[in-house]
């Protein structure tokens, strides 16, 4: 039998391969982000486009490090901190997390809104209540098996981004020296920026989504106990670096074209202020020509429909774990109400949120810096969680392991700490 478990987790699967890494670095890229990658370009033109190799390995580390989490806990991340941790700690974190979530989701659903309002001469708010009333039957009425799949689909939308950033004709020699030398300024305007891609790019949404989503797959595979569900092989944890790579490069090199199409025309063109997603989108079609605002566009709304579900869901799971609620997608409403009733709760919040007339990509990118203040803590956790010798048994951290994580810890402290540096002084 553990021959063929063995077998089995070497199974390369192209569907697999591009499948839970690549979800998990597509949701990375979601609305919010996308507006702070433009909204970087757009102020700091190519010269940031170093800021992406630099975020690489940090992105991967923490990815990789939840779904370990999962797979060898068998639990989601907030269930790991009930469990093992004081009931103050879990509250707190929760808190946190819980409100970065639902802001985030908010104004993803505006920014969605916004581009589709592109297209469809309908109010904002009338659209933002269509979508989250779509998202929500699709996590309510469809299965785990049938939101994979069309997260894997709707992933493709991100690759419009490579294709805008060609359209954009950008100077290879400026791509060049913004991609390998890195510019560095300490006013409180750089520092905003280099805390909300940092914020958005390692998202808690991210973290906690994939460790739910390793135990999503465990229970697919019939371990519905947690007994079941603990432990993982080599081959499992070499086949879930592989997954993560591939996740977080494809995410990482949205990134990358993001500010490079922003950074090619907006910022060269003098237009550093960006107010609405969909000046964004229209500010390119002149520079870039009507295909790259199209594709802009088009890779706002694919990803939008993959990341507000996974914002809802994934603090619905920590909400519900918290308070040790059954909660799983694999089970039907009925089976876990209160799970499915805190998706619903948290998607209205979300859409509430839109008629209080915050501008769309402001929101984006504010959202982005809430989510960097927010991730220091949580990531030092799950540094702390895959440490521990009675959570994870021998399965700890390596010392290479160890010294990415370090060193990403490291550097979202110091990234969190000199904005509110620059606020206070």
Do not use: C
Not at 169 to 183: E, K, Q
Not at 280 to 291: I, Q
Not at 322 to 339: D, I, N, Y
């Amino acid at each position: 039998m553990a021959d063929k478990d063995e077998a089995k987790a070497r199974e390369p699967g192209l569907a697999k391969a591009i499948g839970l890494g690549i979800i998990t670095g597509a949701a990375d890229d979601d609305p919010s982000a996308i507006g702070t990658y433009a909204s970087a370009g757009a102020q700091f033109g190519t010269q940031i486009l170093w800021m992406a190799p630099v975020a690489l390995p940090m992105m991967f580390t923490v990815v990789y490090l939840s779904s370990k989490l999962g797979q060898v806990s068998g639990r989601g991340l907030f269930q790991v901190i009930r469990d093992f941790y004081p009931r103050w700690l879990l509250w707190a974190v929760l808190v946190g997390v819980m409100i970065g979530n639902t802001i985030e989701a908010a104004a993803d659903l505006g920014g969605m809104a916004a581009a589709l309002g592109i297209f469809i001469p309908l109010p904002i708010p009338l659209i933002v209540g269509v979508v989250a009333t779509g998202l929500l039957a699709l996590q309510v009425l469809g299965s785990y098996a049938t939101i994979r799949s069309v997260f894997r689909w709707l992933a493709l939308a991100l690759l419009a981004y490579v294709a805008a950033a060609l359209l954009a004709r950008p100077s290879p020699g400026l791509v060049l020296i913004g991609t390998l030398v890195p510019s560095v300024r300490f006013d409180r305007d750089f520092l905003a920026i280099v805390v909300a891609i940092i914020g958005t790019s390692l998202s808690a949404y991210i973290y906690t989504w994939e460790s739910n989503q390793q135990v999503e797959e465990k229970i697919e595979e019939g371990k519905t106990r947690l007994s079941q569900r603990i432990g993982a092989s080599k081959a499992e944890l070499a086949r879930s670096r592989r997954d993560v790579l591939i996740g977080m490069t494809f995410s990482n090199a949205v990134m990358y074209f993001i500010i490079m199409s922003t950074g090619a025309t907006l910022h060269a063109q003098g237009q550093t202020n960006i107010e609405t997603a969909a000046q964004a989108a229209e500010a390119l079609r002149p520079l870039a020509g009507a295909g790259a605002s199209v594709l802009f566009t088009v890779g706002i709304i694919g990803v939008g429909f993959l990341a507000v579900p996974v914002m809802t869901a994934g603090a619905a799971y920590d909400l519900a774990q918290a308070f040790g609620w059954r909660a799983s997608l694999h089970a039907r409403p009925g089976e876990a109400p209160r799970f499915y009733w805190a998706i619903a709760g948290l998607t209205a919040i979300a859409v509430m949120l839109n008629f209080l007339g915050f501008n769309p990509m402001r929101t984006l990118v504010w959202s982005g810096i809430v989510q960097g203040l927010s991730t220091p803590p949580l990531l030092l956790l799950i540094m702390l969680m895959t440490n521990s010798r009675k959570i994870m048994g021998d399965k700890v951290n390596t010392p290479w392991m160890n010294v990415l994580g370090w060193i990403t810890t490291g550097a979202v402290f110091s990234a969190s700490l000199g904005l509110v540096a620059t606020w206070l002084l």
